[in-house]
């Protein structure tokens, strides 16, 4: 299961060569539609919901990180009471982060909707620590201008380090939405105020995730948060869209059939995993449907390896 959690994050952690840096130049975001190829002429949307200004951090260091990875350090990555850190990870993790699907109601892109990916990106670990300005701090204490804060930066800081040039695409194709079943949903909203020791906090989305012998737990999740963990962990890579209309926070508990335990109709064309996990899904009131829609791509088309000092 950790392994499957790992691959939403794209998190594949591997050895590499170290490096230190520094205070950035102040760098305008990267533009993020700069063209469109899609088979309805759809324009692409804009790459994140417009900031009031250019924001970026006030320090930066970026080191390459050769201790052997552990799986714990999923959860070593996001936002700070000032700035950002991310420990042990692949910088296609800041890249995701920066970057969100402003179509098709998920959080984060699956691993099939980024293209031009450099093997780097992903077995490369890196440690960031990126401070804000002290006139920047009233603003991040505010959680909604905060993400809003953070996407920007982090954009400034990969088109500053990295030379990142990245678009957007969209197409119609058929696509997997997680809709409400009969009956109505089988979970209950969050409670903010009861904590969940020992779980990991995943770096986007601001969900808590516990395992458990027959099935994880997802505290505090939104439901375009929930359709993304189920891209990876039971459409095998291809993005689930959120279509359930619910807008709460939820906590959700998701038990897997046992081996051998599937409905005697189940999908061949799915993994055994998958259909553990479809099955789950049953008993929390949702489901999963084929339909016609969009999909959004983000391209890479150019990116380096962060620069040094």
Sequence with gaps: MIGKILAVGFVCMEMAVGQTASKPAAAAAPAAASSVSTTTATPAPAATAAPTRAY?????????????????????????????????QPLLLSLI???????????VYA???????????????????????DEDRAEWQNPAMQKVMLRAMLQALLADRCKLAVHREMKDTQVTSLVVAKGGPKF???????????????????????HGEDGMSFYDTSMASFASLLSSLANEG???QDKTGLTGR????????????????????????????????????????????????????????????
């Design 111 to 133: 691993f099939n909707q980024v293209k031009g990916i450099p093997d780097w990106l992903i077995s490369e670990p890196y440690d960031i620590d990126a401070r804000i300005s």
């Design 188 to 210: 209950k909203e969050t409670d903010p105020t009861v904590e969940h020791p020992g779980g990991q906090k995943l770096p986007f989305g601001g969900v808590t995730v516990l």
């Design 56 to 88: 970026a951090f006030d320090v930066i260091s970026i080191r390459q990180n050769k201790t052997p990875p552990t799986l714990e350090v999923l959860a070593q990555a996001g936002p700070t009471a000032d700035g950002f850190r991310s420990h042990q």
């Design 97 to 107: 982060t920066a970057y969100v699907p402003q179509v098709g109601g998920a959080a």
């Design 250 to 309: 939820y906590d959700i508990t998701l038990k897997f059939a046992k081996r051998g335990e599937q409905a005697d109709d189940a999908d061949p064309g799915i993994s055994p995993l998958a259909e553990m996990i479809l099955s789950g899904l049953n008993n929390l009131g949702l489901k999963l449907d084929s339909e016609k829609g969009q999909v959004e791509t983000l391209v890479i088309d150019h990116m380096e390896r962060p620069s040094g000092n």
């Design 238 to 240: 291809r993005p689930v």
